[in-house]
Nanobody
Framework: QEHLVESGGGSVQAGGSLTLSCEYVGYIYNSYCLGWFRQAPGKEREGVAAVDSDGTTSYKDSVKGRFTISRDNAKNILYLQMNSLKPEDTAMYYC????????????WGQGTQVTVSS
């Protein structure tokens, strides 16, 4: 059965780093866009980074140069390496498999919390 399971969230101080992982089961990597979204309290969900079916990566402007998305096709794991974290990065982070990168049609995991303190 298809599912996505995130791990790796936590609490760090500003300037710190975290790596999020997402095990994607049942999704063929070259048929979906795999990505990370986040949602902070009181705000809408936003796309953070994505890796398309052909391997092309893209990032939200505010995380470019700080976050890196990658996938291990052999292990079915999607990663998000987050460096130089800022308090405004605090949010629930979700892994997603969508038909179009940053699109609404797809499936999301349960989420993992990232908290960055100043």
């Amino acid at each position: 059965q298809e599912h996505l399971v995130e791990s790796g969230g936590g609490s760090v101080q500003a300037g710190g780093s975290l790596t999020l992982s997402c095990e994607y089961v049942g999704y063929i990597y070259n048929s979906y866009c795999l990505g990370w979204f986040r949602q902070a309290p009181g705000k809408e969900r936003e796309g953070v980074a994505a890796v398309d079916s052909d391997g092309t990566t893209s990032y939200k402007d505010s995380v470019k140069g700080r976050f890196t998305i990658s996938r291990d096709n052999a292990k079915n794991i999607l990663y998000l390496q987050m460096n130089s974290l800022k308090p405004e990065d605090t949010a629930m982070y979700y892994c997603a498999a969508t038909l179009v990168c940053y699109g609404d049609m797809g499936r999301w995991g349960q989420g993992t919390q990232v908290t960055v303190s100043s």
